[in-house]
T-cell receptor, first 114, second 116 residues
Framework: GAGVSQSPSNKVTEKGKDVELRCDPI?????LYWYRQSLGQGLEFLIYFQGNSAPDKSGLPSDRFSAERTGGSVSTLTIQRTQQEDSAVYLCASSLGMGNQPQHFGDGTRLSIL | AQKVTQAQTEISVVEKEDVTLDCVYETRDTTYYLFWYKQPPSGELVFLIR??????QNEISGRYSWNFQKSTSSFNFTITASQVVDSAVYFC?????????????FGAGTRLTVKP
C-alpha cells in the first residue's frame, strides 16, 4: 500500500539486547517522526527528520536511543541495551514537512522487553 | 512551551448520545495548527482534522464537529448520534509554526467507549 510501513509489527527480546525498528514513510514525504506510546498513555515525541537537515533529537529519552534516516527515506530507530521500561509501541509518522501538514502514522511496532 | 491538555481520560456513552471531547492548549505563538486524531482498537492513528490559528470557523463533517475558540484556547470535538464504531482513543495535538523542527505535541488522549 501507499501508507507508512513499519517492521517488525511485534518484537520480543531479552533485557540488555539491542533492537532495530524500521520505518518506511510515504513516498514524497520529507518529514519523518518517531513516537513512543506506552500502554494506555499518550504519544511521546522521540525524534524528527526533515529533509537533509540535522534531526531534532530532543525527545530521545537516553543515549541508548538513536535513529538514522538514510537517503531521505527509510528510517531505523535503534535501542541499545534494552531495559524493561523500553516496552511500548513505537510509532512512525511521515508528512509533507511543514507544520500545518497532518502526519500519517504507521501501525507501530510493539516492543516487549522480558 | 507548547502543551495540550485533554482532561477527560475516559468517557462512556450509550449509542446515539452526543459526546464532546475537550482539548485545551497552551502556546506563545500566534501562528499554530491544531489537529485531532483517532486511534481505534486496531492501533493506527487516523488524521481527522487540522485547523490553523487564524481560522476560528467551526467545522462540521457528518456527525463530527469541531469548536475552535481562541479566547479559551480550546479546540473541542463533538460527535453527534454516537455509534459503536466511534469507540477509540482520540488525541488532540498542537504544532507551532515558528518551530523549525515541526514536532507535534499530543495530549494524553481521551478513551471513548460507545455502548450499544
Amino acid at each position: 500500500g501507499a501508507g507508512v510501513s513499519q517492521s517488525p509489527s511485534n518484537k520480543v527480546t531479552e533485557k540488555g539486547k539491542d533492537v532495530e525498528l524500521r520505518c518506511d514513510p510515504i513516498s514524497g514525504h520529507t518529514a519523518l517522526y518517531w513516537y513512543r506510546q506506552s500502554l494506555g498513555q499518550g504519544l511521546e515525541f522521540l525524534i524528527y527528520f526533515q529533509g537533509n537537515s540535522a534531526p531534532d533529537k530532543s525527545g530521545l529519552p537516553s543515549d541508548r536511543f538513536s535513529a538514522e534516516r538514510t537517503g531521505g527515506s527509510v528510517s531505523t530507530l535503534t535501542i541499545q541495551r534494552t531495559q524493561q521500561e523500553d516496552s511500548a509501541v513505537y510509532l512512525c509518522a511521515s508528512s509533507l514537512g511543514m507544520g500545518n501538514q497532518p502526519q500519517h502514522f504507521g501501525d507501530g511496532t510493539r516492543l516487549s522487553i522480558l | 512551551a507548547q502543551k495540550v491538555t485533554q482532561a477527560q481520560t475516559e468517557i462512556s456513552v450509550v449509542e446515539k448520545e452526543d459526546v464532546t471531547l475537550d482539548c485545551v492548549y497552551e502556546t506563545r505563538d500566534t501562528t499554530y495548527y491544531l489537529f485531532w486524531y483517532k486511534q481505534p482498537p486496531s492501533g493506527e492513528l487516523v488524521f481527522l482534522i487540522r485547523r490553523n490559528s487564524f481560522d476560528e470557523q467551526n467545522e462540521i463533517s457528518g456527525r463530527y464537529s469541531w469548536n475552535f475558540q481562541k479566547s479559551t484556547s480550546s479546540f473541542n470535538f463533538t460527535i453527534t448520534a454516537s455509534q459503536v464504531v466511534d469507540s477509540a482513543v482520540y488525541f488532540c495535538a498542537l504544532s507551532e509554526a515558528r518551530r523549525n523542527n515541526n514536532d507535534m505535541r499530543f495530549g494524553a488522549g481521551t478513551r471513548l467507549t460507545v455502548k450499544p
